[in-house]
């Protein structure tokens, strides 16, 4: 059973492709472009409740969907911090629009994945009204791990 603000530590073992070492497979694990593709479906094999949701088109309103069609949606703290608000509020020409980031937060359970030390993840669920009050912007800053991690 899923308990928000709970953090969940979990050592990933066995990581292999090809030729690449350990220690270059952790590095990239350390990268949440990389990381979120495996995270998505592992974090299913954690939290059996929990269902991905496929992308066929288009953008996803969540990452997966749990007990009572709670949405979550699934966050990779890095060492550049976070980013809780919309996908499609960042980057390039992109840009943030409060209302909207509160207003998806309301119906969101965020999931943060601290992949900071690969293999070792620290999860995190956590309600997305309190994530709003914690992070307005929308962005945890790296030195605002104690927040959420203490």
């Known amino acids: 059973m899923i308990e928000l603000d709970k953090i969940y530590t979990f050592q ?3 990581v292999k492709f090809g030729n690449l070492s ?24 954690w939290f059996p409740e929990l269902q991905r949701k496929e ?16 949405i979550y949606e699934m966050k990779n703290f890095t060492k550049y911090g ?3 608000m919309p996908s499609y509020q960042y980057g390039g020409s992109r840009e943030f629009n409060f209302v ?5 937060a309301k119906e969101t ?9 690969f293999p070792k993840i620290k999860v995190l669920f956590k309600n997305g009204n309190d994530m709003v009050k914690l ?11 104690d927040i959420l991690y203490a």
């Open 22 to 45: 350990q220690q270059e497979l952790n590095l990239l694990f350390q990268d949440g472009r990389v990381a979120s593709h495996f995270l998505e479906i592992q974090i299913t094999k």
């Open 109 to 117: 359970t965020y999931i943060i994945c601290n992949i900071q030390k």
């Open 12 to 14: 990933v073992e066995n």
């Open 100 to 104: 909207e980031y509160e207003q998806l």
């Open 82 to 84: 976070c980013k809780v």
């Open 55 to 70: 992308i066929k088109r288009g953008r996803a309103k969540s990452d997966h969907v749990g007990q009572n069609n709670t």
């Open 135 to 145: 992070f307005p912007k929308g962005l945890i800053d790296v030195k605002q791990e």
